[in-house]
């Protein structure tokens, strides 16, 4: 099948495009992360995706458009929900790259981290590829994010500290303490 694989980030990405491609799909990477904050986080994560990409000769679709002040518009007083709206926003525009280039399914690799809430995830990738006419291609990576945390430490890859948004950061390194 045709394949159009969403990824966060290159260790991420590791585990789905071996998987995936041991079960005889045709691969393109897709890298679309508008909630990545601050900019030099956002490049440092495109660079590990694509010089990963470029080793294991994956063709990779990397957005321009670093689309933050849309993804803080939608989640300023919806914190909460924040998680929500995220995975929304990039599956959505997944779904749409992946109808319009003539692939059979999109996935992500969001769905390797224990860290993301992948229920949320499989319903609103299964809904927006509903929604959009091109089937979400549901599988559960997450049996091999320890191998790929093994291999990206292995290939001296930028691994990241946090998931992404200025939410998580603050959650990643903010412990309560108080203003001064």
């Given at each position: 099948m045709k394949i159009l694989l969403h990824a966060c980030c290159g260790p991420c990405s590791i585990y789905p495009i071996k998987a995936l491609r041991e079960e005889g799909h045709d691969l393109r990477g897709y890298f679309y992360n508008p909630n990545i904050h601050p900019y030099t986080e956002y490049e440092r994560r495109l660079d590990a995706f694509r010089r990963y990409t470029d080793k294991i000769d994956l063709p990779v679709i990397a957005e321009d458009d670093y689309e933050l002040d849309e993804f803080l518009r939608h989640v300023s007083y919806r914190e909460g929900d924040r998680c929500r709206f995220c995975y929304g926003m990039r599956l959505k525009r997944a779904a749409q790259v992946a109808r319009k280039g003539k692939y059979e399914a999109f996935t992500t690799t969001l769905l390797v981290s224990p860290r993301q809430k992948h229920e949320l995830i499989?319903?609103?990738?299964?809904?927006?590829?509903?929604?959009?006419?091109?089937?979400?291609?549901?599988?559960?990576?997450?049996?091999?994010?320890?191998?790929?945390?093994?291999?990206?430490?292995?290939?001296?890859?930028?691994?990241?500290?946090?998931?992404?948004?200025?939410?998580?950061?603050?959650?990643?390194?903010?412990?309560?303490?108080?203003?001064?």
């Open positions: 499989k319903e609103i990738g299964t809904a927006i590829g509903q929604e959009a006419g091109i089937p979400f291609y549901y599988r559960d990576f997450r049996p091999g994010y320890r191998q790929a945390v093994i291999e990206s430490k292995e290939e001296n890859m930028y691994r990241q500290q946090y998931c992404g948004c200025i939410y998580s950061e603050r959650d990643r390194y903010y412990k309560g303490r108080t203003q001064e």
